[in-house]
T-cell receptor
């Protein structure tokens, strides 16, 4: 079945550091890929998405590229801020399915 | 748009009591999802509806859990009787259902209900 694997957290960075959160997936069809962010005490918010191979999703300085050859969708940001501290979830929806499959989440802590 | 609305935001109850969680999806969205989030198990899909009809309830943990969607603007998740291990944050999410790949827009989550069963 479908699955999403994320790097273990927490990831602790200093402000203005470069961020990478790894995400790899397994799917039987042609999935769409997503990154969600969850700030403390809130629900998940869609951060960015990519619907086909080689697409790049971007939002708020975050980027992720859909790599079919490596089945990956790594999240990157060139310069993180304290306000980026949150839990980040990678997710996919496969062809013919109707619900997202989520990874386990990666907690990011950015220190001033 | 008001987004997905959930109530209550916090619920504290005693073991054995009935708990009802409520959700109002975004207007016009055809899909509604219920999730449970815990530290131990992460984010789990419990059940989802399409056009008010339950499609997949394989994630519902036990017969103590039930969900209904009597109309397009309202859904409930009920736990009867509740147990301490049901303590979690319960999220409702909705998604538009149009087009060949209806979930390409992702799901829109509510703020969640934090349930504590003593």
């Amino acid at each position: 079945g479908d699955s999403v694997t994320q790097m273990e957290g927490p990831v602790t960075l200093s402000e203005e550091a470069f961020l990478t959160i790894n995400c790899t997936y397994t799917a039987t069809g042609y999935p769409s890929l997503f990154w969600y962010v969850q700030y403390p005490g809130e629900g998940l918010q869609l951060l960015l998405k990519a619907t086909k191979a080689d697409d790049k999703g971007s939002n708020k300085g975050f980027e992720a590229t859909y790599r079919k050859e490596t089945t990956s969708f790594h999240l990157e940001k060139g310069s993180v801020q304290v306000s980026d501290s949150a839990v980040y979830f990678c997710a996919l929806v496969d062809t013919g399915r109707r619900a997202l499959t989520f990874g386990s989440g990666t907690r990011l802590q950015v220190q001033p | 748009d008001a987004g997905v609305i959930q109530s209550p935001r916090h619920e504290v109850t005693e073991m054995g009591q009935e708990v009802t969680l409520r959700c109002k999806p975004i207007s016009g969205h055809d899909y509604l999802f219920w999730y449970r989030q815990t530290m131990m198990r992460g984010l789990e899909l419990l059940i989802y509806f399409n056009n008010n009809v339950p499609i997949d309830d394989s994630g519902m943990p036990e017969d103590r859990f039930s969900a209904k969607m009597p109309n397009a603007s309202f859904s409930t998740l009920k736990i009867q009787p509740s147990e301490p291990r049901d303590s979690a944050v319960y999220f409702c999410a909705s998604s538009p259902g149009q087009g060949p790949s209806p979930l390409q827009n992702g799901e829109f989550f509510g703020p969640g209900t934090r349930l504590t069963v003593l």
